[in-house]
């Protein structure tokens, strides 16, 4: 029987060590994919406020209609820009920036666009390899309360004489 429990014990480790560090690996592929629609929409944002301060249509609007226009591609070029440095300036706090930054449209569609990869840069084998570490250190927290509350209270005798 403690065969059967050591076995199970290693099995549990396995478990949360792989989830970790799967889990880890693509969350860190669809921050890289984020992190390219979002460069593609700042793209499409500086074309934007380019195109109105230079298009031929937008010079013949009123001044006020296209200071309107400018100002609202320009406030939307800006959030853009400072999600983007910030995300890809990151490094290893890269987790941490992208839920500071990250753009709920963007999100919606990094995740219908979402294709799983293996890691294959240094960073991401970096977060892949710490997950997994801190998935076994969160099994063996966990695991250690589960074992005071499972094993059976020894007594103590004392000896007679």
């Known amino acids: 029987m403690e065969w059967f429990w050591r076995r199970s014990d290693v099995l549990a480790a396995a478990v949360f060590v792989a989830g ?3 889990g880890a690996s693509q969350g860190y592929a669809f ?5 390219d629609h979002l460069s593609r929409d700042l793209g499409l944002a500086r074309a934007r406020v380019t195109e109105i301060k230079t298009g031929l249509r937008y010079k013949l609007m009123s001044d006020v209609v296209r200071s309107e226009l400018e100002t609202a591609a320009q406030t939307r070029l800006d959030q853009l820009n400072i999600a983007h440095t910030a995300i890809a300036g990151a ?4 987790p941490y920036a992208f839920m500071r ?44 309360p589960v074992l005071m509350l499972a094993r059976p209270k020894q007594r103590k005798f004392r000896r007679r004489g």
Not at 31 to 35: A, G, K, P, S
Not at 91 to 94: A, D, E, H, V, W
């Open 91 to 94: 490094g290893i706090t890269k």
């Open 20 to 22: 970790a560090a799967i």
């Open 31 to 35: 921050m890289t994919q984020y992190e």
């Open 101 to 144: 930054y990250r753009e709920p449209t963007l999100v919606a569609e990094t995740r219908r666009d979402f294709v799983p990869r293996l890691p294959q840069s240094a960073g991401s084998i970096i977060v892949t390899v710490l997950a997994a570490l801190i998935g076994f250190l969160a099994y063996e927290v966990v695991k250690f």
